[in-house]
């Protein structure tokens, strides 16, 4: 589809680089004399459905240029799923129609296993209405949860921060623990894959050192067995570091951090292990603990970001591009590690059929046989993620962060209201 | 006292560059020929009563600098206060005696207000005793609380840290906020002052910009007014970013995060005060919230330091052995601000007498008349403290921080029982 224009979107959680991946693509279109104009769906898919789409030729190079430094969704994202076509129907028709009425043969969706769904049912979809769109899926989730990709983009700068933090404020209770706090709990994301907290183990230069235990979800809860280990590491070291993973689980399924409140969607609203994993210290051993939610913190700190995941973000965008170009349609880009030492990795591409709804939990063999700790795999597997700093420019002390201006094009379809 | 030997001691809650400040110290006191070695207590003050005493001239000239970049206390610090030498007199005469038994003629003690007053009674002590040792406060403290300095080495790391992940966090609600979360609490370090809440304020760039709440410990809390400011921010901004100071308190100072836990010392202990304002959010305006607690974090995060602050903490251990050697007793080392604009500041002292059991909070012209908010002339006075970048070295991904070898000197004295 020469000379086509482009519709990318930004879905579900937003992360420190998936603006880096924006980037990639609005970059990559601008250089490809076939490619027309890159829109942006305003908040994500909706901003399709709605026709609220940002023409990001309006943007300055320099202003797109930033975005691989800016934290955050730029153009705003979504949680909203598509539902299935035979469902809704109405819905797959009004995407189609607002492509077409703006010319839109590529449909770019940056997001997680529920958005690569979403990218396929839109490719099958728009190939049956015959006016078929290229959809390229662009992975991002910093539960590092999809599968067919060595990683994802987002997952490497959390596991960075996460690291980093656990290794500081392990020196800071190491400093406190003679007379004052015996055991720090850092709670961090991951509802139902422990990625996110395993990344901690990369803080341990030496044996003994902090994270002296990982709460995993993928390991069910043992109350007496975790105050065991708790009280082990603060007879042996002196003090005790916790990471726990904000989807640990009891064995009867229920989050720990479960509190009375749900979500709009019934979901129960997790944040809230720490508090609950000290209370039970506290209780059992009358310990004194301090405790961190890091919660939006961790995947906003495009600060300490990843050099590698930035790298990769902006190349899962590009790819995206160039993919489309060449006439691919309904896969995902992905990153292949294609050497383990040196660690080397290059762009691939997967059916997004084989990616959409699969969850890729930590294998049990990178947990430790305690159920407490990351193995030496795991850490192989980890350590490449990290690599690198990539620092955002500073001015005055604080991070220049872009604002794009975010302007939207005149609409010409009647007004839609999503379901 | 040409010859003597150098006591130094890292005193209440660490900080990301209290290890910058000993560095200054013990770099100095190495190049001035009249001074002995630099002892450090093993675990602060109280390694001056077990007479556990670090010995760093075993230490290596590149494992001294790199404690310049290394956060937490990298000789272990104490919660323990000297009560007066009036019913405590034991405990004095033992420090004098560790002091004779191993030459110490200068005492250095790094901390906040309560040990600059053990500092002072120190000086007063051996005074009167006829050992008189040459006592120097160094500043320390994240709460900023310490008087007669225009601030508090420690401060400005962590005012930086909050600065940016208030912007970073900000950036990732705006781009949620049309489809999921709609408030974003922070909770952050101040039990009685605001100044670490206050400098959230550097992320607005424009009005209008997170935070659009602050809680101050100086503000009597009101429910009411609280709720209705987060309503007219997400009416106005569609979102809203509230940074509380866990120092927060009711009209009958109450603090809001009071459990029902007290610590060891009959103290209410604190952390939970960004839950609560979460509940009465979703209670009276059934919200969608998140929130995050930095606790640690904030206080350890060196790799933000703000450079700055890292310059101060190293120029006032510096200027205590210089001012030591000079001939100096009995005063805080203290930084003077003698340019606003530009900014430019000096190193300065003060009597510790004046300093001891002052805490400065943060003055009502530094509050917006709405309290939930800062002045111009808060953000003057805090926008230097966070100026520059200071990144420690990074190697494979993480940060190079030191771990000393921490030898001890062989003991002269019985052993001792603190109280």
């Given at each position: ?11 579900g959680g ?13 970059e ?21 459905l ?5 023409d ?10 930033m ?16 539902k ?42 728009s190939?049956?209405?015959?006016y ?17 990709t ?14 980093v ?13 003679a ?20 990344a901690s183990a ?15 979800p993928?390991i ?21 570091v ?26 129960a609203q ?19 603990c301090?405790?961190?939610?890091s ?23 590009e ?11 309904g ?17 691939g ?60 094009i ?10």
């Amino acid at each position: 589809m020469s000379g086509s224009n482009i519709f990318y979107a930004q879905s579900g959680g937003v992360t420190a680089v998936i603006n880096a991946s924006a980037c990639g693509v609005i970059e990559t279109a601008r250089k490809i004399p076939t490619m027309g104009k890159v829109f942006v769906g305003k908040n994500g898919i909706l901003g399709a459905l709605t026709e609220r789409l940002i023409d990001t030729s309006k943007e300055s190079r320099r202003d797109i240029s930033m975005l691989k430094h800016t934290p955050g969704g730029a153009f705003g994202s979504c949680r909203y799923k598509l539902k299935a076509p035979e469902t809704n129907q109405r819905e797959y028709e009004r995407l189609l129609a607002v492509f077409k009425a703006h010319n839109i043969g590529y449909f770019f969706y940056n997001g997680g296993g529920d958005s690569q769904d979403t990218a396929n049912k839109v490719a099958i979809f728009s190939q049956r209405a015959g006016y078929p769109v290229q959809c390229i899926g662009i992975p991002k989730t910093v539960d590092n949860d999809l599968p067919l990709t060595d990683t994802c983009p987002g997952f490497g700068s959390v596991a960075k921060y996460v690291a980093v933090a656990t290794e500081e404020a392990g020196l800071d209770i190491a400093s406190m623990a003679a007379t004052s706090t015996k055991v720090f709990v850092l709670e961090v994301m991951g509802r139902h894959a422990g990625w996110i907290a395993a990344a901690s183990a990369l803080a341990q230069k030496t044996k003994g050192d902090p994270p002296h235990i990982i709460v995993f979800p993928e390991i069910v809860f043992d109350r007496a067995k975790f105050i065991a280990q708790v009280k082990k590491a603060v007879r042996s070291k002196g003090y005790c570091v916790v990471v726990a993973s904000e989807g640990a689980q009891w064995p009867d399924g229920r989050f720990l951090a479960e509190a009375d409140q749900k979500d709009a969607f019934g979901h129960a609203q997790l944040g809230g292990v720490a508090p609950r994993l000290v209370d039970m210290i506290k209780q059992d051993l009358g310990l004194k603990c301090h405790w961190a939610v890091s919660d939006y913190l961790q995947r906003a700190a495009r600060h300490i970001a990843s050099a590698v995941d930035v790298a990769q973000a902006y190349a899962v965008g590009e790819a995206a591009v160039k993919f489309a170009a060449a006439g691919d349609s309904g896969v995902m880009t992905t990153i292949e590690r294609y050497s383990v030492k040196p660690y080397r990795w290059r762009i691939g591409k997967v059916a997004l059929a084989k990616v959409a709804n699969v969850e890729k939990k930590m294998p049990r063999r990178f947990i430790s046989r305690s159920g407490f700790g990351v193995t030496a795999a795991a850490l192989e597997y980890l350590r490449p993620l990290i690599q690198g700093e990539d620092y955002p420019p500073f001015k005055a002390g604080m991070p220049q962060y872009v604002r794009l201006k975010n302007l939207l094009i005149e609409p010409r379809l009647p007004a839609f209201e999503p379901e």
